[in-house]
C-alpha cells in the first residue's frame, strides 16, 4: 500500500539527501484537509483528498503547483502539471515505504483532540536498511492522520525532521475525476521535469 506515503515522501523530495519516505494511516473514509509540512524549520502547505485506495495531492514547489496522484498497490505515481499540461509517471521508490499501518504500535499512547477531531496517539518505531523512523502519529476513529512528530535518520546519519499536521477536515466521498490526469496532456519522462521542480524522481520503465 501507499497510503500517506505522500508525507515524507515530500520530505524526501523537497529535503536533502538522503532519500527517505513512509506511509502513515490507511483511511476507512473519503476526505479533503488543509495540509501543513513542515521539514526541517521549513513549512508548506497544501491540500489532500483522498478515497480509500487513492490519494490527490497539491503543492506548491518553487513557481509550480504540482498535483500528486497516488493509488494503492501501484509502483508507480504520477505528477500533473497544470501550467505546462504535462503528466508525468514516476517509479516510487521503495524507501518511500519505510511505515504501514503494521508498523504503528497497536496499543494507543493516549487520546487528543487535534483541530477539532478525536485522536489516538500511537508510537513510531522502526529500523530498515535505509534508516531509522520514531515518533508519534495521531489517528482519527476512521483512521485519518491528523498529525505526525517525528525524525528520520539516513544511513549517512543526517536527522530530517518532519511535522504533518491536517485541518479544516472535510469528511465525505470525493469525485473520481480529482484521482484521474487530465486528458490531452503531454507526457513527459520524469527526468525531465524533475530541475524544475527540485524534485529527485525516477521515469517509469518502458512497458
Not at 52 to 74: K, N
Not at 185 to 194: F, N, S, V
Given at each position: 500500500?501507499h ?7 515530500l520530505a524526501?523530495?523537497?529535503?536533502a539527501?538522503?532519500a527517505s ?22 513549512t508548506?502547505t ?6 480509500p485506495?487513492?490519494?490527490r495531492?497539491e ?10 496522484l ?13 501550467q505546462?499540461?504535462t503528466?508525468?509517471e ?22 487528543a ?9 500511537f ?8 534508516g531509522?523512523?520514531?515518533?508519534m502519529v ?17 544511513k ?8 504533518w ?15 484521474e ?10 527526468e525531465?521535469?524533475?530541475?524544475l ?11
Amino acid at each position: 500500500m501507499h497510503r500517506f506515503l505522500f508525507l515524507l515522501a515530500l520530505a524526501t523530495l523537497l529535503a536533502a539527501p538522503p532519500a527517505s519516505g513512509a506511509m502513515i494511516g490507511d483511511p476507512r473514509v473519503g476526505f479533503t484537509a488543509d495540509r501543513t509540512l513542515a521539514i526541517d524549520g521549513r513549512t508548506y502547505t497544501g491540500k489532500i483528498w483522498a478515497m480509500p485506495g487513492e490519494e490527490r495531492h497539491e503543492q506548491q514547489i518553487a513557481a509550480f503547483r504540482p498535483i500528486f496522484l497516488l493509488r494503492d498497490g501501484s509502483p508507480l505515481g504520477e505528477v500533473v502539471l497544470p501550467q505546462l499540461k504535462t503528466i508525468v509517471e514516476f517509479v516510487i521508490p521503495p524507501e518511500w515505504r519505510l511505515l504501514d499501518g503494521r508498523d504503528v504500535t497497536k496499543q494507543p499512547r493516549g487520546a487528543a483532540i487535534v483541530n477539532g477531531v478525536a485522536t489516538s496517539e500511537f508510537a513510531i518505531d522502526e529500523t530498515v536498511q535505509e534508516g531509522r523512523a520514531e515518533g508519534m502519529v495521531w489517528l482519527s476513529r476512521d483512521g485519518i492522520p491528523m498529525k505526525l512528530s517525528g525524525v528520520f535518520i539516513g544511513k549517512r546519519g543526517r536527522p530530517v525532521r518532519v511535522r504533518w499536521e491536517l485541518s479544516r477536515v472535510r469528511i465525505g466521498p470525493q469525485p473520481a475525476t480529482l484521482f484521474e490526469p487530465p486528458r490531452g496532456y503531454t507526457k513527459l519522462p520524469a527526468e525531465a521535469i524533475a530541475p524544475l521542480l527540485g524534485l529527485k524522481l525516477k521515469s517509469a520503465p518502458p512497458r
